[in-house]
């Protein structure tokens, strides 16, 4: 692979630290103390409009007091600051949603939660409580592009059911099944389809803290899917904390390895060949690195995605209850 094609895959799939950090003097809220990793799904990088933001809440604040409207539709999901559990909160969090002032209702959790908030409803997050300042709130908020799959707004209009259709909290955000022998902390995943929208998006947060390849095979999809790699010092979220090599390419036949050891992400556009993605080194095993999928796509059983292997399917490890 020439110099110069490895130049035109940087600029066109990868954005580090460097183009992908939304700077703490910029953060709309000063509780964020430290930068927030930010994806932009801009018309140079995926196309469809809206974001992604990854940061850290260090102190209690309350949002939006008198209610925000929420012009477009955005998945927030709020879980632990310690890459070794997210699922474990070290605090409380209190979340409105309604269509109106009049029939908002307030959920509070003491454990990692996602919710859905659909265009045009009122909403507010009010972190009330953190046990320990060394574990901040992470805290992920996806806001839909106008170029992307938008919501069925319908689903706001009948809130007879209650608003906690929106949420999902405890083990519902557990993923199904352990992807690998080396994963040995708990992995996040939530699929729109569980709040009842029609956009279809999948993510996943998986802490890495054992060397090893987790995706061994190239392969490209049919949907647009973010790879992205952070750390999970919540002081320095664009400090990776370890090497991973990734490799992608237009031409099977001319795959090209990116080597990094800062923050992240690959925009693998649709057709775009992907893989092995091998974690050479982590430093801490205290601190892991995040592999965090953001696929728009359904759940894995979507019968419109489609995954082409290089050299076949890869046989899967037995997971270690069957050995």
């Keep these: 692979m020439s110099g110069s094609k490895y130049l035109?895959?940087?600029?066109?799939?990868?954005?580090?630290t460097d183009k992908a950090v939304l700077p703490k003097e910029r953060n709309?809220?000063?509780q964020m103390k430290t930068d927030t990793f930010r994806l932009t799904n801009d018309a140079g990088f995926?196309?469809?409009?809206?974001?992604?933001?990854?940061?850290?809440?260090?102190?209690p604040v309350n949002m939006f007091p008198q209610l925000a409207v929420s012009e477009k539709a955005r998945y927030v999901t709020i879980m632990g600051g310690s890459g070794i559990n997210y699922m474990e909160l070290h605090g409380e969090v209190e979340i409105t949603l309604g269509?109106?002032?009049?029939?908002?209702?307030?959920?509070?959790?003491?454990?990692?939660?996602?919710?859905?908030v659909g265009q045009g409803m009122l909403y507010n997050i009010n972190v009330t409580k953190i046990d320990n300042k060394s574990c901040p709130i992470h805290f992920n908020e996806l806001i839909c592009g106008e170029q992307g799959p938008t919501s069925d707004n319908?689903?706001?209009?009948?809130?007879?059911?209650?608003?906690?259709?929106?949420?999902?909290?405890g083990e519902a955000l557990w993923a199904k099944g352990q992807p690998h022998?080396?994963?040995?902390?708990?992995?996040?995943?939530?699929?729109?389809?569980i709040f009842g929208s029609k956009e279809k998006i999948r993510r996943t947060w998986m802490p890495v803290s054992e060397p090893h390849v987790l995706a061994e095979h190239a392969h490209f999809h049919n949907y647009l899917e973010y790879i992205v790699f952070y750390g999970s010092d919540p002081d320095n979220i664009t400090d990776l904390g370890g090497i991973v090599e990734f490799t992608i390419g237009e031409d099977k036949d001319n795959l090209t390895m990116f080597r990094i050891d800062k923050s992240t992400i690959f925009c693998v556009s649709p057709g775009l060949w992907h893989s092995p993605m091998d974690f050479v080194k982590i430093n801490d095993k205290s601190?892991?690195?995040?592999f965090c999928e953001v696929s728009y796509t359904g759940g894995f059983d979507d019968p419109t995605a489609k995954t082409e292997w290089l050299n076949g399917p890869p046989q899967m490890p037995p997971s270690p209850a069957a050995e």
């Design 8 to 16: 035109e895959l940087l600029a066109k799939y990868v954005r580090d």
């Design 28 to 30: 709309p809220f000063p």
């Design 46 to 59: 995926g196309g469809l409009g809206g974001s992604v933001d990854w940061a850290y809440i260090h102190e």
């Design 99 to 116: 269509k109106s002032r009049e029939d908002a209702k307030t959920f509070k959790f003491g454990e990692a939660v996602a919710f859905y």
């Design 154 to 169: 319908d689903i706001t209009k009948d809130s007879s059911a209650g608003y906690d259709k929106y949420f999902a909290s």
């Design 181 to 193: 022998h080396e994963v040995v902390y708990p992995v996040m995943q939530t699929n729109n389809n």
């Design 287 to 290: 601190k892991p690195i995040v």
